[in-house]
């Protein structure tokens, strides 16, 4: 685990200004807070998502934050194949020429469910969203991110990808699977030391995910997206320089 205090990181107001950062599920949730909280550091944020009236409206509220104007990139990650992601490439490649940041966030929590009756589609559904979608938007992205004098791609992990938990099925595993892609990404680039990669651990947060796997929960026992950006600030900007094949969390 990484040695990094979240509640004493102070990001400097133009911290990502001038970075191009694609960040997948801005729609809501953890990703709408990350969007917003990167393009008010001066970032280009590309929003991407499954449903566009969620990321026009994200990004509206990107324009009235008065940050720099975002692009909308929605793809359904479940059919998406590879001209979609080729297209998406291209476009960034057009627009700005290179990838600084990459959020892998977009995930789905499939179904709290022993193995024992654990769909198997449930199973590949989560596995393809939450792991191989990650490997594939990476691979197909590399070269841009190689463009970039520091790129950072940050992976989305779980406690329960770190310690499997009964019922959590795919989702801890694909979560286990997300930490290791983590990890052979920033091994693999460590000798050309311009990308570095690592895996953040939200904890529990107040979204619409979280809702749905604890539905008696109150939510306002439960801290908003925005109190934990400071950890997803860290590492998407130039002070988490040389750290990589980390993992964080962003509650301690
Ligand atoms: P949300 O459900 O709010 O957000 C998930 C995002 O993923 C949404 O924007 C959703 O888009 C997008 N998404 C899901 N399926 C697809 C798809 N097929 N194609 C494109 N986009 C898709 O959940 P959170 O904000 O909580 O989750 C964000 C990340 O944080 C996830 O990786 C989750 O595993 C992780 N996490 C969350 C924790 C928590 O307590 N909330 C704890 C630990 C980890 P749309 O809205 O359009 O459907």
Redesign the pocket.
């Known amino acids: 685990m990484a040695n990094f205090d979240p509640a004493g990181y102070q990001p400097a107001q133009n911290l990502l200004e001038d970075r191009v950062i694609l960040v997948?599920?801005?729609?809501?949730?953890?990703?709408?807070a990350a969007a917003r909280s990167f393009a008010a550091r001066g970032a280009s944020v590309i929003l991407?998502?499954?449903?566009l009236s969620?990321?026009e409206r994200v990004y509206d509220e990107i324009v009235a934050d008065q940050s720099p104007e975002p692009a909308i990139a929605p793809?359904?990650?479940?059919?998406?194949s590879a001209p979609d992601y080729f297209a998406l490439r291209d476009r960034i490649q057009d627009d700005y020429g290179r990838l600084d940041g990459l959020l892998?966030?977009?995930?789905?929590?499939g179904t709290l469910t022993p193995l024992a009756q654990y769909d198997v589609n449930t199973w590949a559904e989560v596995m393809h969203?939450?792991l191989t979608v990650p490997f594939v938007l990476t691979q197909v992205l590399l070269p841009l991110l190689g463009n970039a004098a520091d790129a950072s791609v940050v992976f989305?992990?779980?406690?329960v990808g770190r310690r499997g938990r009964a019922y959590w099925g795919a989702?801890a595993v694909s979560?286990f699977g997300i930490e290791g892609l983590s990890q052979v990404l920033a091994d693999e680039a460590e000798e050309a030391g311009r990308l570095r990669a690592n895996a953040i651990?939200?904890?529990?947060?107040?979204?619409?995910?979280?809702a749905?796997?604890y539905p008696a929960e109150d939510p306002n026992s439960?801290p908003a997206?925005e109190s934990l950006m400071p950890t997803y600030l860290y590492l998407m900007g130039p002070d988490s320089r040389g750290v990589t094949g980390e993992t964080f969390d962003c509650q301690t």
């Open positions: 997948t599920g801005a729609g809501s949730g953890l990703g709408r991407h998502g499954r449903t969620k990321l793809l359904n990650l479940l059919k998406a892998h966030n977009a995930g789905i929590l969203v939450n989305t992990s779980s406690g989702y979560k651990n939200p904890g529990r947060t107040r979204t619409g995910m979280r749905a796997a439960l997206p």
